[in-house]
Nanobody, 121 residues
Framework: QVQLVESGGGLVQPGGSLRLSCAASGSIFDIYTMGWYRQAPGNQRELVAVISERGIRNVPDSVKGRFTISRDNARNTVYLQMNSLKAEDTGVYYC???????????????WGQGTQVTVSS
């Protein structure tokens, strides 16, 4: 019913930039929050940034000032601009969204398939 499709990952040198995109599609009624999580090998999945439908952002200190999350509500798309990347930013980045579908009035959690980001020289 609902799909989240990510794009934009890859290999970048320390200090470089990448931009991730995630587009939601399907029988969507509305999307409350959209965000990004990441998981490095051996670590738990952690929040990178999240943005509400009204543009309220939650960004942890580990990426604040380097990563910027934005959202295009008309396109059901969320973006993550990552600047000044560090080796410790390496991991699989997952898109997440709280979505109500046309068929169900309850918000449910949806996840993308993940995109690899590798920061290395």
């Amino acid at each position: 019913q609902v799909q989240l499709v990510e794009s934009g990952g890859g290999l970048v040198q320390p200090g470089g930039s990448l931009r991730l995109s995630c587009a939601a599609s399907g029988s969507i009624f509305d999307i409350y929050t959209m965000g990004w999580y990441r998981q490095a090998p051996g670590n738990q999945r952690e929040l990178v940034a999240v943005i509400s439908e009204r543009g309220i952002r939650n960004v942890p200190d580990s990426v604040k000032g380097r990563f910027t999350i934005s959202r295009d509500n008309a396109r059901n798309t969320v973006y993550l601009q990552m600047n000044s990347l560090k080796a410790e930013d390496t991991g699989v980045y997952y898109c997440n969204a709280l979505i109500r579908t046309v068929q169900d009035a309850r918000y449910k959690d949806y996840w993308g398939q993940g995109t690899q980001v590798t920061v290395s020289s």
